[in-house]
């Protein structure tokens, strides 16, 4: 950028700055159109939420002038003046001040300010430099007056929000015609996985829109970029799949690596029926009965439906012993450890291996039959201790009985002697 450049940027954000030291009750922009019309007077009552207003800021900060002078010398164009910028100028005009460090650390020394420089790399940037007016721009998510900041639930971009702003123009049939893509992304995500959590049960880590397609940079990912998106979060399986035979046919066939079996925007919960080879498997959308892949898919089905029967079967077995009231502590942890394999099993099948899937599963089954060990074990002590019980009582008794003879043994005798005596 040429010095004289920087010199009346320098200039006009002094001005601005300066410009918004006005009280509000004497700020003519303010006063003015307060008293206009219900339409302004309410871009005035929203400006008193805006978040660049609560920082001081003001009417001039962005449109220039000078509101200390009365009515209509405000808005001189000798003083900066600029009035309200075209839409394919807002990126700039927003980034007068958002692109400069040392302006923005004054607010808040965190915040990016490489927005412009990254919208002009988004889809909706290129789309505007081409002369597309309808594209998505700063006022487009954040608003244009009242602008309430990113934390706030009730900014359109907080990330609760953020589907539903987006939906307002890649929702709408008519405004999306001329681009030719979907428009039921927003009711596809509602129903994922993703959307789930993030829209019905608030979960702050769920994903929204700009975490897969970028916030200013934004653009939809290619074929070979979903992987790179999804391995953000999920990146134990992605390393899975790198590794996996399905990663070169997958580049091969042109698929989409994770979407092909998972969906992209309606991305369901997986479930153990999307294995194997039976009904409702995605396997078998690629893998013919008799192929090397139809085999593996089938074993690595069977293995951990095998290691679930282990998990209820030494599950039922240790309640029984509890039920006992015997100590199955050790059994339990047991348990616990297959629940946790069980876990990992369903990670590791994205290696896409019936042998690694043995592997994983085995500590899952070593775990099953220690546990199955410690139940049995403590169901044969209450039996042993049952008929130890039943065996001492009987002993007990019988030496109760013994007991009770001897002494009526000793009672007869005690009756003879002393009958004896008296007769002599």
């Keep these: 950028m040429r010095l004289s450049t920087w010199i009346l940027t320098a200039a006009l954000l002094f001005a601005f700055h300066s410009a918004s030291a006005v009280p509000p009750k004497t700020d003519s922009c303010i006063k003015c159109h307060a008293g206009l019309d219900k339409k302004n007077a309410a871009i005035v009552a929203a400006c008193e939420q805006d978040i660049h207003f609560q920082r001081g800021l003001s009417c001039a900060d962005c449109h220039g002038g000078d509101p200390s002078k009365p009515d209509e010398d405000a808005m001189d164009p000798d003083l900066g003046f600029t009035g309200t910028p075209k839409r394919a100028e807002i990126p700039h005009f927003c980034s007068k001040c958002h692109s400069n460090p040392n302006y923005m650390r004054h607010f808040n020394p965190r915040i990016n300010v490489d927005q412009e420089e990254k ?42 929000n953020i589907p539903a702003t987006c939906n307002r123009c890649h929702g709408d049939k008519s405004y999306m015609a001329s681009y030719g893509i979907p428009t039921n992304q927003y009711e596809e995500f509602s129903q994922s996985v993703h959307g789930v959590a993030l829209l019905q049960k608030r979960t702050k880590g769920a994903p929204a829109c700009n975490d897969c397609h970028g916030n200013h940079g934004a653009s939809p990912p290619g074929v070979d970029d979903v992987a790179a998106v999804c391995i953000l979060c999920h990146s134990f399986n992605g390393e899975l799949f790198n590794k996996s035979p399905h990663k070169a046919a997958f580049a091969k066939a042109g698929f989409s690596q994770c979407a092909q079996c998972h969906n992209h925007h309606k991305i369901v919960h997986p479930t153990d029926e999307m294995l194997g080879v039976g009904k409702g498997a995605v396997c078998v ?3 013919a009965a008799g192929e090397q892949g139809y085999i593996a898919a089938a074993r690595i089905k069977t293995l951990l439906d095998s290691l679930k029967v282990e998990q209820v079967d030494a599950t039922s077995m240790l309640a029984e012993a509890k039920a006992l009231d015997m100590d199955v502590v050790e059994g339990e942890t047991a348990v616990e450890e297959i629940r946790e394999n069980l ?55 019988g030496l109760a009985l013994l007991l009770w003879l001897k002494i009526r043994q000793i009672e007869k005798r005690q009756r003879a002697a002393r009958s004896k005596e008296k007769r002599n």
């Design 343 to 397: 876990i990992a099993s369903r990670t590791a099948i994205h290696a896409f291996s019936d042998e690694h899937m043995a592997e994983v599963c085995q500590k899952g089954f070593d775990a099953a039959s220690r546990a199955d060990s410690i139940a049995k074990a403590a169901i044969f002590e209450f039996k042993f201790r049952r008929v130890g019980f039943g065996v001492a009582t009987l002993i007990l008794t």
């Design 285 to 287: 959308e690629c893998h």
């Design 119 to 160: 919208y002009a790399t988004s889809h909706h940037g290129k789309l505007l430099a081409k002369g597309d007016p309808k594209v998505a721009m700063c006022t487009s998510c954040h608003g244009v007056h009242g602008i309430l900041a990113v934390e706030s639930t009730e900014s359109p971009v907080h990330k609760s």
